[in-house]
């Protein structure tokens, strides 16, 4: 059985979950997969590149970035200052690429995605702003390379969205979603429901571990309005520039206004929306985050918490919804692993 030689770009929460679970479960995935996940290289932004073609001892390097010292402390590795360098020199079958790369311009991820794509190496990532801003022509590119481009994770984390909007439903043709896709959003107006204000809301979703210390990505929804864009490139075709997805976000909101909406029987939710005037992602697009006041008999009122969902409208199935886990790293790390797994099942399949 031959490996599927990976390298692994970005070694942070979402990394280091997919190099454990890699180390412990290889033979099991090879037995039931057919290929044997081997991670050739891992690379961060503080340490660069490092790479054995035979594969790398995962349990020693995760035990060296626990303790805060270099990956390329490795015997017999070779080194390279940045990932990229260490990707042009180098040979894979995937790159996995989860590393954190910003709204301006989605780099470095963009690079090293590009970079595998043109070698027709597949990539699968959780990394939303590369998608978000490119992921009609990531899409595209890995078309004509006929290798697989996945990023399961950038939508609601590992609860299943893409994969089953683009596969489970393949053949349907998209007219419109709407979701709650920001778990820490959620979480915060479903506190406030009940009269707490938003800053102590906020303050229980950081001591929850579900809100970051600074969470303006999150409050402000420029995370959801990523999404969208993911969303709006992988499932409709079509590539939205950020400006036109308008965006508003929970900050200001009073928690009389959530009050009040419970007290209604509706709720506050952070809606994102997506629609197009033609079929199939064409004709002109709406496409926004904002907070709404929703009724009770709205699906996306009864999700709450950390809990994200997705209705999808698409002819002739007309609504699909699903409802899951919007956020945790281990969850986000299981969606790059059933990406993974995807492609070494198709591999298994050419081979
Ligand atoms: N955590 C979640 O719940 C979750 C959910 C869904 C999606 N995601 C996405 O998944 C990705 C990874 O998340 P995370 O939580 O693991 O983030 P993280 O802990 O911040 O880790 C990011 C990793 O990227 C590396 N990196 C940054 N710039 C790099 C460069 N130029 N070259 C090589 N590596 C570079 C960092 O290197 P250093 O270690 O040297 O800093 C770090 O290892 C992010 O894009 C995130 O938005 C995360």
Redesign the pocket.
């Known amino acids: 059985m031959s490996p599927l030689r990976i390298w692994l ?7 280091r979950w997919l190099a454990r679970v890699l180390d412990a479960q290889a033979g099991q995935l090879a037995a039931r997969y057919g290929r044997e996940p081997t991670v050739v290289a891992i ?5 660069g590149f490092i790479y054995h073609p035979d594969g790398l001892d995962l349990a020693s390097i995760l035990a060296a970035a626990v303790a805060g010292r270099p990956i390329t402390e490795q015997p017999g590795v070779r080194v390279w200052p ?2 990229i360098d260490g990707l042009r020199a180098t040979e894979a079958d995937l790159l996995a690429e ?4 910003p709204p301006a311009d989605g780099e ?1 991820g963009l690079t090293h995605m590009r970079e595998a794509l043109q070698r027709k190496i597949p990539v699968v990532t ?3 702003w590369p998608v978000a801003l490119h992921g009609a022509e990531l899409a595209a590119l890995a078309r004509r390379q006929q290798v697989a481009f996945r990023a399961e ?2 939508v609601m ?1 590992g609860t299943p969205v893409l994969s089953t909007l683009t596969e489970g439903l393949a053949g349907t043709v998209p007219a419109a979603l709407r979701g709650v896709l920001n778990a820490t959003a959620n979480y915060i107006l479903s506190q406030m429901a009940d009269g707490t204000s938003y800053e102590d809301a906020l303050a229980k979703a950081q001591r929850a571990g579900l809100a970051e210390p600074d969470p303006t990505a999150d409050v402000e929804g420029h995370d959801t309005v990523a999404k969208v864009m993911v969303l709006s490139a992988l499932v409709f075709g079509r590539q939205l520039r950020r400006e036109q997805v308008t965006c508003q976000g929970i900050t200001s909101i009073a928690s009389q206004q959530a009050l009040e909406a419970a007290s209604a029987g509706g709720r506050l939710r952070h809606i994102a929306t997506l629609a197009f005037s033609g079929p199939g992602g064409t004709g002109t697009v709406t496409a926004r985050v904002q907070p709404e006041v929703v009724p009770a008999s709205d699906l996306l009122a009864r999700v709450d918490g950390a809990t994200n969902a997705l209705i999808f409208q698409a002819s002739p199935v007309e609504e699909i919804t699903i409802i899951g886990p919007g ?3 281990q ?2 790390g299981q969606g790059v692993l059933s990406d993974i797994i995807a492609v070494a099942r198709r591999q298994a399949r050419n081979s």
């Open positions: 770009v970005g070694f942070g929460v979402v990394g690379g961060n932004a503080r340490d940045s990932a989860v590393t954190q790369s470095p959780s990394n939303k994770s950038t984390s956020a945790g790293p969850i986000a």
